[in-house]
Structures are given as structure tokens and as C-alpha cells.
């Protein structure tokens, strides 16, 4: 949560529209407030900062009329007090000298704010930032330089952190302390950058070093030099290169970032299919020799994390538990070094993930993870990481970084398959991994427009329910929580055979409810649960097999998918509908698919 922009640079004249475009490009992490702090001549921190989003804080407050060559801006995720200009970031110390912008929680800030408090503090805000540019201020005082202060804080503070301080003693620095949340540097010849994810500064360079965890970074104009906190020794660490482009974070032409990574979905498959998973054999040998496979995600990415369970539990008996990663603590008990703990997380940084996977991986677990963003905190943990490659994701409904998780896991399972010489399922599976980025990109080009008129008939619908057996109710939870997510309609997804045990019984006319309905081993059953929910006035939606006659003849709509996913890859190009009505039914209520209310992109705070 929360988007952290730093720049020093030798360049006064443009730093305030960098800064600007900076945290736009990071606006889907927090939109709650936004502010700026700038090192103004005359030893000062000169100050903007209000409650909305950035082009709203920006017609409201005079940030553009800032000078300076080093700067911090942040968009607020609201944790700690509401929304508002006193809690909006940047927060100073007593005196206006230090500026400190946050993404995390101070779990001891309460304790730490009446300390303070008690020594004279005053203190103008709800948050738990505002107790660090305090503290900062009161070891100064005793004498010691910023770096050493920063040092001291680190023994200091609880929680988890990523900070970035600036000081008026120092006009061209800017310091940045880690803790278990994302902080990335980027390097010109004239220019440091301090971001909590790469987008922010790519339009500017592609040179990145990405902090760790108890590391502090000080920052000048086109130079770093690296500390771990609790050595204070040097951290050598050079640059790597980023490849995605600056277009691949911008809607090139399209609405919305989600309409555009939806149309980008088949695409970021294919760029996955041509890069080999590294040590695979070794990944798949850890896996069929595991006692146990416990899976380690959270909101969508445990959606994708359940394919697992399907594929290894069906196929080769493994016993596979799906565990939603801040409920850890109910598996660790049978976590042992004969257990595999995959992760799977869009940005590395998911807190609850990052939290069951340490816990894991102390009980002597194998640990593989499944992630898009090079060099993040879980990959660092991991045995083995599978990168998804799926590039930037703005919008912050994930829609191809879901399926990129997912087309991995069935990767995954198609080496165990040919390891384990069952090679007829294996050759099956081959030809429908190769051909799915086509269908991907058949299904958006010719079901579009169905999906947008299907919107324009739930859109004033109170409640909707997915239904789905086996692998397809993992659809099903996708598609339920992404109509939830961002139109604001409530929506369930249920094991079609439990909806008779309770839901039927909000079943009314013209109620919508969406059936993932392959003609695989469930059809037959599926079938009667459309019947069922029918024959109680329900509006019924299939995603079905092409030409499904029977199908086609009870359902009121119906999106038609190649007869070659029905029993392999289905949760891949049966989702594709689901995503496009979710996103047509919030821009049809007039909501922002982008940006929904009160969720961010990078979940990183418990």
C-alpha cells in the first residue's frame, strides 16, 4: 500500500513535474491523500499535501510552484485516522526541519507517541508515521548525524516500514530505510530515485537496485551508497536493468489499465511460454517427493495458488492444502523439512505471504514461489522462484498477473506429468498450453461486446452468484471477487452442489448467476443446477464448450470457448468472460475499474 516517490537531482528546473508523474504512475497503491515535501533554498521543507487523488490534490494545492532539486511525494492507503489533509504525508518533527514519508505500520507507535508527548512533542496527525521525523528530531539532538539516528531508529521502531526522509541540513540527500516493505532505487549520471515500485521512475531510467530488508540507502544526484542497519557495514550492490519499457505502465490508447491488461493477457502467456522455468527439474522433484504441499497466498493469487490442489492432488495423489497466507498459523503444526510451501504473489511483497513463508520456511520447508516482480521480498526467501513475466500491472484488480500465476502452476504440473512418464496427458496438455495465448486473444476480441451488453443487464443486480465444480470453481472465486471488487455488487462463488444447502434460498427473479460450465466430468451435474436455479426466476450466464447445443438451448447468455480447454488449462480461457463483465459492469455504474474504493495494489500491511 501507499505510493513513494523520492528524487535528487542536479536539474531544479523540472523536479516537481517529475515528482507529479512519479506518483501518478503509483496512484493504484493508495489514492486516499496525497502530498510533497521539497527541500527549498534557505535551509527549509517546503510542504503540499491534501486528501483525494493526485490530479485532485494537485488543482487544489500549489505544489507546482515548488523549487528545489530534491524532493518526496507520497499517495496514502489510509491505515492509521481517516483520509484527511492533517493525515496526508509528508509529516515533520516539531521544528519543519525533517519531512519522512511512510508505507507500512509502526506496530509501537502508540507507546512511542506518548513517550514523546510526555518530552513536549506536539503532534498534528492520527498516524503512526509522525512519531519517526519526532524521534529522528530528538537524536539529533543528541548529537549524532542522520545516518547514525537512522541507525538508532532501526532498533527503535516495531512493525514493518519502507521510509524515505529528507533534512534541511542536507539540500541534496535524501535517505531510505526497509523493513518488509518494497523500496527500489533508480540511478541516471544526475539523478537518484527512491520508489516503492519500479513504474515510478521508468520514463527516467531502467538502471534499478532494489533494497532489502534492515538496509539503509543515502541517496545524491546520480549516486547511492548502501548500509545494513545492524552491522552499519557497506552493502555493495549494483544496478540491474529493467526491460519493460515506460509504455508498458501507460494505457496506450485504452480507458482504463484493466481494459488494456486484459487485451495484453494472451501476450504476457506467450512471453511466459518463451522463458524456461530455472531449476524445474528441481522444482517438480521437490514437489513429488514432498510429504505434504501447502499453498501460501492471498486474494487472488490464492485463487490462482488453488489450481495446485486440483492438478497434483487428482493426478498424483499429493496432499495438497490451500492456505489463505494470514491464516498460517493452521498449518504450521504439520509444516516440517518433508513439506513444499508454494507462494504465490503478484508483487513479492504481499505482508501476510511474506509472513508465512518466513514461519515455513524456519520449520525446515522447501519454499517455491510464484511471483512477477524481480529482486522482491519473497524471492529472496524462496528456494526456487517461478517469474510469472507478466510486466507491469496497474489496475489494481489483478486480471493477467492472475492468469500468468496460473498458466505457471499448470507449467509446473505438465513437467511432473512428463516426469512421471505419463505421456499421453502430458502431449494433451503441451498442444493446449502452446495455443492458449490465441484463444485468449480470440475470446476478448469476439466476446467483448457480449460481455458489455451482459453488464448493461446486471449492472442495478443487488447480488450475484459464480457457480463451478472441481478446477472450475476456482473461476468461479476469480470472477465472483472481481465483479465484487470493483463494481460493488455483491457477489459469492459457490461449489455448485452447495448452493442447495443455503444460497437457493436468495434466489428471486432476474437474479444473476454465472455458470462455469466445460464439458468435462461435471457438466452432467452442472446441468441440474442451472435447472434449479431457472426454475426460480434466476438470469443465467454460461461459459461453456463451443456449439454446447444443450447448453446453448437452457442458459438465457453463454460465452463459447474452444472444445480443447474443456479438460486442460480451463481456468485459463474460461476466466477471460468473467474479467471483461467485471470490468464493463463498474464502468457502466460509472466507477473507476482502476482505481476501486478502499483497496490497494500491494497488500503490505497485516
Known amino acids: 500500500m501507499c505510493g513513494i516517490i523520492g528524487i535528487t537531482q542536479k536539474n531544479p528546473d523540472n523536479l516537481m513535474e517529475k515528482l507529479y508523474q512519479s506518483l501518478k504512475r503509483l496512484e493504484y497503491r493508495g489514492y486516499d491523500s496525497v502530498g510533497f515535501a521539497v527541500l527549498s533554498q534557505g535551509n527549509s521543507i517546503r510542504i503540499s499535501k491534501n486528501k483525494g487523488k493526485v490530479d485532485e490534490v494537485a488543482r487544489q494545492t500549489d505544489f507546482s510552484l515548488m523549487k528545489g532539486t530534491t524532493g518526496i511525494g507520497h499517495s496514502r492507503w489510509a491505515t492509521h485516522g481517516a483520509p ?46 509522525e512519531v519517526v521525523p519526532h524521534l529522528l528530531e530528538d537524536l539529533l539532538k543528541q548529537g549524532k548525524t542522520m545516518k547514525e539516528a537512522l541507525f538508532e531508529l532501526a532498533t527503535i521502531l516495531g512493525g514493518a516500514y519502507a521510509l524515505v526522509v529528507i ?78 519499457t515506460p509504455d508498458a505502465a501507460q494505457k496506450g490508447g485504452f480507458p482504463h ?35 505434504n504441499i501447502i499453498t501460501m497466498a492471498a486474494g487472488t493469487a490464492f485463487y490462482a495458488s488453488l489450481t495446485t490442489q486440483y492438478l497434483f492432488q487428482q493426478t498424483f495423489g499429493k496432499i495438497v492444502i490451500p492456505t489463505i497466507a494470514s491464516e498460517y498459523e493452521t498449518v504450521l503444526p504439520i509444516i516440517n523439512d518433508n513439506s513444499v510451501v508454494i507462494a504465490v504473489s503478484q508483487s513479492g511483497e504481499t505482508i501476510d505471504t511474506i509472513k508465512a513463508v518466513k514461519e515455513a520456511k524456519q520449520k525446515g520447508a522447501k519454499v517455491i514461489a510464484i511471483v512477477n516482480v524481480v529482486g522482491s521480498t519473497i524471492t529472496r526467501i524462496a528456494d526456487h522462484v517461478v517469474y510469472i513475466q507478466a510486466g507491469p500491472e496497474i489496475g489494481v484488480a489483478a486480471t493477467k498477473t492472475y492468469l500468468a500465476q496460473v ?25 493446449a498450453i502452446q495455443n492458449v495465448p490465441d484463444e485468449i486473444e480470440r475470446i476478448v476480441r469476439n466476446d467483448e461486446a457480449k460481455a458489455r451488453d451482459i453488464a448493461k443487464k446486471i449492472q442495478h443486480a443487488q447480488s450475484a452468484f459464480y457457480l463451478g465444480r472441481g478446477i472450475n470453481l476456482t473461476t468461479a472465486l476469480e470472477g465472483a471477487l472481481k465483479l465484487k471488487e470493483i463494481s460493488y455488487i455483491h457477489a459469492e462463488a459457490y461449489p455448485a452442489g452447495e448452493s442447495k444447502h443455503g444460497p437457493i434460498a436468495l434466489i428471486h427473479q432476474n437474479y444473476p448467476i454465472v ?62 468472460p468473467l474479467h471483461l463483465i467485471a470490468y464493463y459492469t463498474a464502468t457502466s455504474k460509472g466507477h473507476d ?3 476501486p474504493r478502499n483497496l490497494a495494489k500491494s497488500v503490505t500491511v497485516e
Open 407 to 431: 498458466f505457471a502452476i499448470w507449467r509446473i504440473y505438465h513437467q511432473a506429468l512428463i516426469k512421471t512418464n505419463k505421456q499421453t496427458l502430458a502431449q494433451q496438455l503441451q498442444e
Open 84 to 129: 484527511t489533509k492533517e493525515n496526508a504525508h509528508p509529516h515533520t518533527d516539531c521544528q519543519g526541519n525533517i519531512a519522512v514519508i511512510h508505507n507500512g505500520i509502526i506496530s509501537n507507535f502508540l507507546q512511542l507517541r506518548k513517550e514523546l508527548s510526555q518530552k513536549g512533542h506536539i503532534f498534528t496527525s492520527e498516524t503512526d508515521t
Open 593 to 595: 475499474p482502476d482505481y
Open 167 to 244: 533534512y534541511t541540513n542536507e539540500q541534496d540527500t535524501i535517505y531510505c530505510m526497509k523493513k518488509e516493505n518494497p523500496l527500489i532505487l533508480g540511478i541516471t549520471k544526475d539523478e537518484s530515485y527512491a520508489a516503492s515500485d519500479i513504474p515510478a521512475f521508468l520514463p527516467y531510467t531502467r538502471e534499478a537496485v532494489t533494497l532489502r530488508d534492515d538496509e539503509l540507502a543515502i541517496l545524491q544526484p546520480g549516486k547511492y551508497v548502501i548500509f545494513n542497519v545492524k552491522t552499519k557495514e557497506v552493502v555493495n550492490r549494483k544496478p540491474h536493468r529493467i526491460t519493460w
Open 257 to 291: 489499465f484493466m481494459l488494456k491488461e486484459i487485451h495484453e493477457s494472451g501476450q504476457v502467456l506467450r512471453t511466459q511460454l518463451a522463458s524456461e522455468i530455472p531449476n524445474i527439474e528441481h522444482i517438480v522433484q521437490a514437489i513429488l517427493e514432498a510429504d
Open 515 to 576: 455458470f462455469i460450465a466445460p464439458n468435462d466430468n461435471t457438466r452432467e451435474k452442472i446441468i441440474g443446477n442451472i435447472m434449479e436455479m431457472k426454475a426460480r426466476g434466476a438470469y443465467t450466464i454460461g461459459i461453456i464448450e463451443e456449439n454446447d447445443q444443450e447448453l446453448k438451448q437452457i442458459l438465457h447468455q453463454y460465452f463459447e470457448i474452444n472444445p480443447k480447454y474443456s479438460k486442460q488449462l480451463q481456468n485459463i480461457p474460461y476466466q477471460i
